[in-house]
């Protein structure tokens, strides 16, 4: 039974991520560009929704990488390769994977219905109404395809000055963010030495 209502979640997650790239393609006139960044966008907002209104932390984790996938499909639509590589090289296979080890090593895998945060959830609704009315100004204000072929030209001339002349700095920058992580099992290992050892038991 449950394997049914998972199945039907996924229709109709399929059928709101899928309905206004349709609407844009036959009843907007666009062309499949802008329908595949409708459907990207419209992903994203869905993924985001989800990491901030679900209970579950391992879900919420998983609608992020969903969310970092979907920016990473913007990214490529707006002529921009290099940087959706690097959003799925960092966030996706890195930051995603490193916040979801580390939400399965705690004990408390879901939250209580009264989160921290949600007693500022009047100003935060401000601020993203503001931001809104922001990004509202910036799209309807951008010549896109301009903007594009602008991005696609700093995403050449970018991999080009990362990948030839500064290539030593760049993989420096690699060891010492592997090194950091080292650094960091290092010190969660430091739980097993004596004194300076919290116990992660529930009292019986």
């Known amino acids: 039974m449950r394997a049914w209502l998972y199945?039907?979640?996924?229709?109709?997650?399929?059928?709101?991520?899928?309905?206004?790239?349709?609407?844009?393609?036959?009843?907007g006139g666009q062309n499949v560009?802008?329908?595949?960044?409708?459907?990207?966008?419209?992903?994203l907002l869905m993924a985001g929704l989800a990491?901030?209104?679900?209970?579950?932390i391992i879900r919420c984790g998983l609608a992020m990488i969903?969310?970092?996938?979907?920016?990473?499909?913007?990214?490529?639509?707006?002529?921009?390769?290099?940087?959706a590589a690097a959003q799925v090289i960092v966030y996706i296979?890195?930051?995603?994977?490193?916040?979801?080890?580390?939400?399965?090593l705690t004990q408390t895998k879901s939250?209580?219905?009264?989160?921290?945060f949600q007693t500022q959830a009047r100003w935060a609704g401000v601020a993203a109404a503001i931001l809104a009315l922001l990004i509202a100004v910036a799209v309807f204000g951008t010549d896109w395809p301009d903007a594009a072929a602008r991005a696609n030209v700093a995403t050449e001339a970018l991999a080009r000055l990362l990948f030839a002349d500064y290539v030593l700095p760049f993989e420096v920058v690699s060891v010492l963010l592997l090194a950091a992580v080292i650094g960091g099992v290092f010190l969660a290992k430091?739980?097993?030495?004596?004194?300076?050892r919290v116990s992660a038991e529930k009292p019986h």
């Open 93 to 104: 296979g890195a930051i995603s994977v490193l916040v979801l080890f580390a939400i399965m």
């Open 51 to 56: 990491v901030v209104s679900m209970r579950d």
């Open 111 to 116: 939250g209580s219905s009264q989160l921290t």
């Open 7 to 27: 199945l039907l979640a996924a229709a109709v997650a399929i059928g709101i991520v899928t309905t206004p790239a349709i609407i844009v393609f036959i009843f």
């Open 190 to 196: 430091r739980e097993d030495e004596p004194g300076g």
């Open 33 to 43: 560009d802008d329908s595949l960044l409708t459907a990207f966008a419209t992903l």
């Open 66 to 83: 969903i969310c970092f996938i979907a920016l990473a499909g913007i990214y490529v639509q707006l002529g921009a390769p290099l940087v």
